[in-house]
């Protein structure tokens, strides 16, 4: 039987584990910062456009899930940046393990 391709959120999971910079966090609230910011970039895709072909573009994403992320966690507030940063990077990674990433 073959084993199912890891989930983004797995994967992504797996490479904030493997750098260990947010071990400091509760794993609830890792998991539910995880969970959120996943959640605000398919937000923001599907808004601007991109699930209709249009150009994700990075720093609109960061500057928005950053903005968010602190909104919604302000006690982690000054983890929120560097947390952005770390998950487009693995996002990135999954999305070129897959062959999902298409660079212009």
Known sequence: ME???MTAKDYIADCFAEQGDFEILPHE???A???RVIALDEAFMKDTGVDDGAVYDDDAAYDYLVEEMGAAFPQQKMYC???VEDYMDYQERYLES????EWE
Request: charged share 20%.
């Open 3 to 5: 084993q199912p391709e």
């Open 29 to 31: 609230v890792f998991e």
């Open 33 to 35: 910062m995880l969970v």
């Open 81 to 83: 940046m560097r947390f």
């Open 98 to 101: 897959v062959g999902l990433l």
